[in-house]
């Protein structure tokens, strides 16, 4: 058996709003799993190896909910553009650059590496279209050490010239793709890329794919006010957006819809009835002038609430950032709703970036014993402070504020995925 043993300042976030905190404490997993966290050393490890980490902090790894691999040589690009206008110009001439294999695995080696090295361990993530490259992404975030959901895009109308598939083709593609897919760590996720890229032919197999296969889906949802009028035009039968996924069979429990902006309390009800998860991106939210999402409403509400980058509608890939523009957009969205309604606190948004997303992973919230260990080993020993801060105000002022290398070290489903040189 192999026993990873870390000592430090453990906290992770066992609920919402809640934070377990251990100083000097150990973090403890045997072949990959949490035992435990524990104030003293149980007896049966004494003789194993401890690293030890001085007064570092000890977290939870983040999981990245939503995010455009094919997007990251754009970040920052086109922010002053709404989100149809930046599509058009911006997003699919580039993901139109990865039916290049050679230009798709440098960018995605680099993806990878630079998620692990800002502590994202799991993700949820969209590919292009394109199967090869999607496979490719696959292995590259395999070798990094990156776990999770990757999904090939489907859309067979509405992309452009270099950006489309014939209906046929996106099904083929899909098939075979799945059939491609034997990698341990990286899944597939049927991934239709929007309502309006997508025929009602397509979405109606990738229902019937994703029942069969028993696979997760992702997609957008309720975005920007643009996007809801359109989908309203191509589909004059159904009321609502969401109805359009709901109608092909792809509205369930392991759906996962990125945005969710401008969903009404109808929208809200079928989304809370259905399990459907919501995937808040802040980030890209107000950069791409879609919104402030009511988070704190669909949490009140009892809707599955998770976070995500969106890479690159949002300008961030460290969720250390998305974390605190979460917490930014809850309280301009206070102000909104004439301080009716209560921001997200650090704790809670901690919880929206980290383990809020357990159940979708087959795990348990904070370092519960019984999960893969995904952790980040966090200095913060160079930031000056006027007083000895507590564990919680350490915590807190990381999140905001990190220093020049904070990261140590980071584990992934039991192994070490990067170590500070």
């Avoid at 909104?336 to 704790?347: K, Q, R």
Wanted: aromatic letters at 8%; proline letters at 4%.
């Amino acid at each position: 058996m192999a026993t990873t043993i870390l000592k430090g300042t453990v906290i992770s976030a066992p609920s919402l709003g809640k934070l377990d905190i251990t100083e000097g404490g150990y973090l403890v997993a045997v072949d990959g799993v949490i035992q435990g966290v524990y104030k003293t050393l149980p007896r049966e490890f004494a003789s194993c190896p401890v690293e030890d980490m001085g007064n570092d902090l000890i977290l939870q790894s983040f999981s990245d909910m939503h995010l455009h691999a094919p997007q990251y040589p754009m970040l920052g690009m086109g922010m002053d553009m709404p989100l149809i206008d930046w599509l058009h110009t911006y997003t699919f001439p580039t993901e139109a650059r990865f039916r290049d294999t050679d230009f798709a695995r440098e960018t995605y080696r680099r993806l990878a590496a630079e998620l692990v090295a800002n502590g994202t361990t799991r993700v949820c993530m969209f590919s292009s279209l394109h199967r090869e490259a999607t496979l490719i992404l696959m292995e590259e975030l395999e070798k990094a050490g990156v776990t999770g959901f990757v999904g090939k895009v489907n859309m067979d109308r509405n992309g452009g010239v270099d950006l489309e598939e014939t209906t046929e083709e996106s099904i083929r593609e899909t098939e075979r793709w799945l059939e491609e897919c034997h990698f341990e760590h990286i899944r597939p996720v049927i991934t239709p890329r929007f309502t309006p890229s997508c025929t009602n032919e397509l979405m109606e197999k990738l229902g019937q794919i994703a029942g069969e296969k028993d696979l997760p889906i992702q997609s957008h949802l309720s975005e920007n006010a643009g996007e809801i009028a359109w989908v309203s035009q191509l589909h004059p039968d159904c009321r609502q957006y969401w109805e359009t996924y709901a109608k092909c069979g792809m509205w369930n429990e392991r759906t996962v819809m990125a945005h969710c902006v401008w969903s009404d309390e109808r929208e809200r009800k079928a989304i809370k009835d259905a399990g459907v998860w919501v995937v808040h991106c802040a980030d890209s939210n107000q950069n791409l002038i879609s919104g402030f999402a009511p988070v704190r409403k669909m949490l009140k509400e009892g809707i599955k609430v998770v976070l995500g980058s969106d890479i690159a509608g949002g300008d961030k890939i460290s969720m250390f950032d998305v974390t605190a523009a979460s917490i930014r957009s809850s309280k301009a969205r206070r102000i909104m709703d004439n301080w009716n309604t209560d921001f997200l606190t650090v704790s809670e948004a901690w919880y929206l970036a980290t383990s809020a997303a357990s159940d979708f992973f087959g795990e348990k919230p904070g370092f519960a014993p019984g999960n893969p260990l995904h952790a980040i080993v966090l200095r913060d020993d160079d930031i000056i402070s006027v007083r000895k801060l507590t564990a919680a105000e350490r915590f807190e002022r990381c999140v905001y504020n990190r220093q020049k290398n904070a990261i140590r070290a980071v584990y992934s489903a039991g192994r070490k995925v990067y170590s500070a040189q």
